[in-house]
């Protein structure tokens, strides 16, 4: 970062830089793990079975879980008492999925399954940072990190929920999950109307991550997340160095 | 507790294959507190690290769950695992955490964690 390299795109013969911008939390992450592979702590071969395990995560299997469930009233109830246990038969085992064999160093494997039901609705938060069920969820999306959501879900959550789109009746109670120690959670909303007869495939579909999360309910024939608007700062910061 | 050297490997032994809280069950031995009494949590000094936010200190709530055992964070962020204690969930009515919650949605409830030491009798 501290090359003199300047924004002057006028000279053609440099090639494009490979990345635009890079965050002090990258070159942060970056000088660490390069003083933790000089000390031996792990080693780049560890570092990189550790990246391709990340990025095989996703929602799928959580979505799946909340489907069964809901076809099977014993499994759903097996998924109340121990979120570990009933996310083994949709792949998922907290402990031994993960490269390291004891979880993942900022996950543990403490699953809690919130439960919804037709009068209480439960929304997933990290106040303090951004832990997030990602064995069996993936990566957090970037909404889900920043201050804005964390502070003012745990204060204002109706509010932000609205601004998701989903606007509920006074008779249903809200209940924010502020996951600020070794429990990890995810949300099983109420199976929709309409959704009669469909199979586990066709449930899992509309299980999106945002359902997961609690910003939203599934609907039949909503199969992604909601995608916010992206709008450009009307007074963007420049760099001139 | 004394670690001249620290074994870096030390977390790792101890979790591989169990898990993490997984491998501190039974090492906090008997909690203070049911699933259903009302407990304050306590304003305890915490100039170095801690978990327990600060919209939480003084509110009552509910345990609803004796959750697992582990070293408080504020311990274990250096290392020291020596005094697992119980993790409680506990529940508070919104209102009781912020008194200008809307008086239309008076049920509505937050729920979170506390190891044993941040939490008293209601």
Not at chain 2, 11 to 20: E, N, P, Q, R
Not at chain 2, 65 to 90: I, M, Q, R, T
Request: aromatic content about 10%; charged content about 25%.
């Amino acid at each position: 970062m501290s090359d003199h390299h300047d924004h002057d795109h006028d000279h053609g013969h440099k090639p494009a830089p490979m990345v635009d911008e890079v965050s002090h939390f990258e070159i942060l992450e970056m000088a660490v793990r390069e003083l933790a592979i000089e000390k031996g702590l792990f080693t780049a071969e560890d570092h990189r079975t550790w990246v391709e395990y990340v990025h095989t995560l996703g929602p799928t299997p959580a979505a799946r879980l909340v489907a069964k469930a809901w076809l099977d009233p014993e499994y759903k109830k097996l998924c109340e008492a121990d979120g570990v246990e009933a996310s083994k038969a949709v792949g998922v085992n907290w402990v031994t999925s993960p490269p390291t064999q004891f979880g993942t160093p900022s996950d543990y494997c403490n699953l809690r399954v919130l439960v919804d039901t037709p009068t209480v609705k439960h929304v997933v938060v990290c106040s303090l940072c951004s832990c997030y069920p990602r064995p069996i969820l993936g990566q957090s999306p970037e909404w889900y990190r920043t201050p804005n959501y964390r502070r003012r879900l745990v204060r204002w959550p109706r509010q932000v929920l609205t601004e998701f789109g989903l606007q509920l009746p006074s008779e249903v109670t809200i209940r924010v999950a502020d996951s600020n120690q070794k429990t990890r959670y995810i949300v099983m909303p109420v199976r929709p109307e309409g959704t009669e007869g469909w199979t586990e495939d066709q449930l899992t579909e509309i299980v999106t991550r945002d359902c997961l999360i609690g910003v939203a309910v599934p609907k039949p024939g909503i199969t992604t997340n909601v995608k916010l608007p992206v709008r450009k700062a009307i007074h963007p910061v420049h760099h001139d160095h | 507790m004394s670690k001249p050297h620290y074994d870096r490997e030390h977390h790792a032994k101890i979790a591989s294959g169990i898990g993490d809280p997984q491998c501190f069950r039974g090492k906090a031995g008997e909690a203070k507190f049911k699933e259903g009494e009302r407990v304050r949590i306590r304003d305890l000094p915490d100039i170095f690290y801690t978990r327990t936010m600060l919209y939480t200190r003084g509110a009552v709530g509910t345990v609803t769950k004796l959750v697992y055992e582990s070293p408080a964070a504020e311990d274990e962020a250096f290392g020291n695992e020596d005094h697992p204690e119980w993790f409680y969930s506990v529940v508070f009515m919104q209102k009781d955490l912020w008194p200008e919650y809307s008086d239309t949605y008076a049920n509505d409830t937050l729920e979170t964690e506390f190891p044993e030491r941040y939490l008293e009798r209601a």
